[in-house]
């Protein structure tokens, strides 16, 4: 079973090396007229080119590319109402004669609608109808029988990957755009989520520098933030984390001879409230923190504290 596993991924592999070798200036040409469109993007096609299709429109419509899918058989009964003169067709079809797509593209011409084609026949019907051709030929298909969609689906399915990619750094997409048409996930949350939204504001545990080590421990633990700040939050003079702490007991077990001055961190990192929860999160993993303290570093004035494990 590993051999026949691992024979699927070799023919697939070829398959995708001979199809990005004929890649040409008529993938260029395709990006250019999504780009220039000023209506949408729609995919078109039937059975496992269909269930490729809709993976296609929806990587595009995420990542900056007004796209749907369209069911070509649908799309015959009544669905071509939503086909407007300004938007682009995408149509794929491996052996580019599948007669449900056929049979929509006279409408496609009759309402100027501009066709992409994705097959693995260039002299095929479909292609020829097609403004441009983009070449998904294989060499075989992983399926022993030469039957079933394997190959010629992966392909296809990677030929859509690369025109969503083109596109998006066409356009400078950025991480901000992605979690604007994501915002249920967690990269979404916390590209448009900011920090004030999520920090803690009450009982943070504020401390004296001449308080006493059991002051200190008994602040640490109410507070249940794992540290204590040091100062008032008009001004900060640093804070003690529990690492600090435990560090200090290594060097001197007689907790009379501690003093808070000596063993807290002067200068802590301080973030701006409307920073989003992604770039505090990125420099806390850089400087391998998990705490950071919300408010102005300039005034080393504190409104909150934020915790990377509760974002």
Known sequence: MKDIAKRVFDIEIESLKHVALAIGDEFTAAVEAILDSKGKLIVSGVGKSGLIGRKIAATLASTGTPSFFLHPGEAFHGDLGMVEPNDLVILISYSG???EVLRIIPFLKWNNNK????????GSTIAKNSDHHLNVCITREACPLELAPTSSTTTTLVMGD??????????????????????????GRKLVVKIKDLMRRDNL????????????????SEGKLGMVIVG??????????????????VKNPDTSQLHIAEMMTVNPVIVDPEEYINQAEQLMISKKITTVLVGSPEKRAIEGVYQIYNG
């Open 205 to 220: 545990p504020f401390i004296h520098q001449d308080a006493s080590f059991t002051e200190l421990l008994l602040r640490m």
């Open 115 to 122: 066709i992409i084609s994705i097959t693995g026949n260039p």
């Open 162 to 187: 690369a025109l969503a990619v083109a596109l998006m750094e066409a356009r400078q997409f950025q991480h901000e755009d992605f979690a604007r048409f994501h915002p249920g996930g967690s990269l």
């Open 232 to 249: 008032d939050p008009n001004r900060i003079d640093g804070i003690v984390t529990d690492g600090d702490l435990r560090r200090a007991l």
């Open 97 to 99: 004669e599948t007669d």
